[in-house]
């Protein structure tokens, strides 16, 4: 058997590839996006289906948005915006200050 390597070196060895942190922020942003709806949605005691019916989405695209599972363009983000109940603010922040 191969020598077991800790993760936080696993992790390490990907996130120096070409291209690998970029890929990553885009996947938090995804996920981040995600949770966001989901968790509104939840708050207002809404079903996937009822949110995907108030946007003009279908429930699965819904529930791959909820997982992160698709990048938004901004006239989605706003239909589920006002879908949830809520305004659509993006701002930009330098990279320092964006934690």
């Known amino acids: 058997m191969g020598e077991r390597r800790a993760w936080a070196d696993r992790k390490s060895e990907i996130m120096s590839r ?3 942190g970029a ?3 885009a996947a938090r942003i995804r996920f981040e996006l995600g949770e966001a709806v989901r968790l509104r949605r ?3 005691g809404m079903t996937q289906a009822e949110l995907a019916e108030r946007t003009g989405l279908k429930q699965p ?6 997982a992160g599972g ?10 589920l915006a006002e879908a ?3 305004r659509l603010s993006v701002e930009f922040q330098p990279l320092r200050e964006a934690g």
């Open 42 to 44: 939840e708050q207002l």
């Open 84 to 86: 949830l109940e809520m």
């Open 61 to 66: 695209a819904v529930a791959r948005f909820e």
């Open 23 to 25: 890929a990553y922020e």
């Open 70 to 79: 698709t990048m938004p363009t901004i006239p989605m983000l706003e239909r």
């Open 18 to 20: 070409p291209g690998a």
